[in-house]
């Protein structure tokens, strides 16, 4: 670092607004800190995990809130709740298993027991022991000690949880742009659980959260999209943030027939292969699911994106683990519903995505890349213009880095930057 | 001490040691072309988080259902995805033959897989299980079934090369 280097207490925005976004952000240790404070403990709603992880009552299964711990139960009435991983007693973590079904979960370190709504049900030797001893103080009531439990909403098979009790209501927090795409996947169809693709990327959680609103890369970095029409710069592309714009979603219309379109931006895109052929073309040979013919992305700040690539559906869950570790936990899931032939697609078309997916290990490769460059040139600036420097509302086309200048102007008036 | 006698012949053993080193082999060095060649048309070839498989559940981290798409991903790897060069190394260990009838063998190893970045100390990116069902193919043994259950909770970074 050179002694011109800015401190970094001292550390400004860049005066020309959002089309610049300053590198310290992405390996701040101090920012990180007040980042996990703000959003993912503070008045956010988090994506915790899918009913259908959680069937039978008394099923329970760990997970995070950002940094922290968290489980998420259902007690022997049915009813779902999320509860801090931590004893109310020395705050060891009560479950020490990814998941399960039990009747109470008990404290490992000292036996204190609870029902899975987090209630303290029995303190081991309350009374003392040999007796008399004097055991616990007369006045302690075990209803004053249990499991911290967060505020919980769900909504057509996805649970969500918050630390704040001054957290909007959560269709306000969503907002009706996005809450529109969020019902469209978690519609009250019984959701069937498909499985787990998890993933520890060695970059800041931003990085990852840009990239997922950023669809002027997906028709250049992930060629395989475009050689096979499944996104391309010519395509249809909405996308539009929230009033807040925290949240964005980004859709497309498919259109069945772009793969036999002659590639008119080729010129415009280095690497695109127009003779490669597929032996099993199902992969790219969806199945019009939804009415609307639509197929994206979109974002539920700070936690989650929620992804129908064709016929895959699956939530992106986002869990930082430091300033410059990221786990991505994708988490596939279908319709109880669904058709043999659904059934097949969705497990085929699974590898479009994931830590192996034809369209996203590019995303996971360029990120760990980035990570050390961005973190030891802290001082520099990146340039975020494409249509538009001001613009960030809805853009109609993917040639664009709207909804990354709309996540940074929400962005810096949350943290005060 | 009395040993009881072995239903698999040593023969059969070394050739099943045999298949798993050369398809290691041919990972390793990037043949992508000769990895295809281990599996039998009707293969099913998974790689998948020991978390789905334990709760049984179907999707796989990468997911061939017949030789098509085996080929479809050694053609995606070659041609179309963007990644940053890299050395593997399997160490497979532990083979062991479940049943071997004349149609089947039924198979199991540990492997390790150890990945070498330009510019940073090799790392374990993987380790874990094969569950394969093996069979004869004008001669050459070849799979027509390859689990490779992963132990670790989450893959690391990115996974490029089949396992």
């Given at each position: 670092m050179t002694s011109e280097a800015v401190k970094p207490q001292d550390r400004k925005w860049p005066?020309?607004?959002?089309s610049r976004v300053p590198a310290w952000i992405y390996s701040d240790e101090s920012l990180f800190e007040r980042e996990m404070e703000k959003f993912y403990a503070g008045n956010t709603w988090n994506f915790v995990g899918l009913e259908a992880e959680i069937p039978e009552p008394g099923s329970f299964q760990r997970t995070f809130i950002g940094m922290k711990p968290v489980l998420v139960t259902r007690d022997a009435h049915g009813e779902i709740h999320v509860l801090?991983?931590?004893?109310?007693?020395?705050?060891?973590?009560?479950?020490?298993?990814q998941r399960g079904k039990a009747k109470e979960l008990t404290?490992?370190?000292?036996?204190?027991t609870y029902d899975l709504g987090g209630n303290l049900q029995s303190v081991a030797f309350m009374r003392g022991s040999p007796k008399p001893n004097p055991g616990m103080?007369?006045?302690?009531?075990?209803?004053?000690?249990g499991m911290r439990q967060l505020r919980t909403v769900v909504r057509g098979g996805a649970i969500w949880a918050t630390f704040?009790?001054?957290?909007?209501?959560f269709e306000k927090y969503v907002g009706p742009q996005v809450l529109e795409f969020v019902d469209r996947a978690f519609n009250g169809r019984p959701l069937r659980l498909l499985g787990y693709s998890r993933q520890i990327m060695p970059c800041n959680w931003k990085l990852y959260f840009e990239n997922a609103r950023d669809p002027y890369h997906a028709t250049l970095l992930h060629t395989f999209f475009t050689t096979f029409g499944l996104?391309?710069?010519?395509?249809h592309t909405r996308a539009l943030p929230s009033d807040d714009l925290r949240h964005e979603v980004t859709f497309s219309w498919f259109d069945s027939k772009a793969s036999e379109?002659?590639?008119?931006m080729s010129d415009d895109?280095?690497?695109?292969?127009?003779d490669l052929k597929l032996h099993d073309m199902e992969i790219v040979t969806?199945?019009?699911?939804?009415?609307?013919?639509r197929i994206g992305t979109l974002e539920v700040f700070p936690s989650m994106v929620l992804q129908q690539h064709v016929n895959t559906l699956a939530v992106r869950h986002i869990i930082p683990k430091s300033p410059t570790s990221t786990e991505l936990s994708w988490i596939y899931f279908g319709y109880q519903d669904d058709d043999e032939t659904l059934r097949r697609l969705r497990l085929k078309q699974g590898?479009?995505?994931?830590?192996?997916?034809?369209?996203?290990l590019d995303d996971s490769e360029v990120l760990k890349q980035m990570q050390p460059v961005v973190q030891n040139y802290p001082d520099s600036v990146q340039v975020v213009?494409?249509?538009?420097?001001?613009h960030i509302g809805i853009s109609?086309?993917?040639?664009?880095e709207s909804m990354i200048r709309a996540f940074y102007t929400f962005y810096k008036r949350e943290m005060g930057l | 001490m009395q040993i009881k006698e072995h239903n698999v012949s040593a023969q059969l053993k070394e050739a099943v040691r045999d298949l798993y080193d050369d398809y290691a082999q041919a990972v390793d060095a990037e043949q992508l072309d000769r990895w295809i060649g281990?599996?039998?048309?009707?293969a099913v070839y998974r790689v998948i988080a020991r978390e789905s498989h334990s709760l049984g559940l179907?999707?796989?981290t990468i997911y061939c259902e017949g030789i098509g798409m085996i080929r479809d991903r050694a053609n995606m790897l070659q041609k179309v995805a963007v990644f940053e060069p890299r050395v593997l190394r399997h160490f497979i260990t532990g083979v062991r033959i479940q049943s071997a009838s004349a149609d089947c063998i039924v198979a199991s190893a540990n492997f390790l897989i150890i990945e070498s970045l330009f510019d940073a100390e090799p790392v374990l990116l993987m380790v874990g299980q094969y569950q394969d069902e093996i069979i004869s193919r004008e001669g050459d043994l070849c799979f027509r079934k390859r689990d490779a259950i992963y132990?670790?909770?989450?893959?690391?970074?990115t996974l490029v090369m089949p396992v």
């Open positions: 005066e020309e607004g959002v801090e991983n931590r004893c109310a007693h020395r705050g060891a973590p009560v479950c020490w298993k404290c490992p370190y000292h036996h204190w103080p007369k006045d302690f009531d075990m209803k004053n000690h704040s009790d001054e957290t909007q209501p996104f391309r710069a010519d395509a379109k002659n590639v008119v895109i280095k690497n695109i292969q127009t969806p199945r019009q699911e939804f009415a609307d013919g590898n479009l995505t994931g830590p192996a997916g034809y369209v996203s213009e494409m249509h538009g420097r001001d109609e086309t993917s040639v664009s | 281990f599996f039998s048309d009707d179907p999707h796989a132990d670790q909770y989450r893959v690391r970074t």
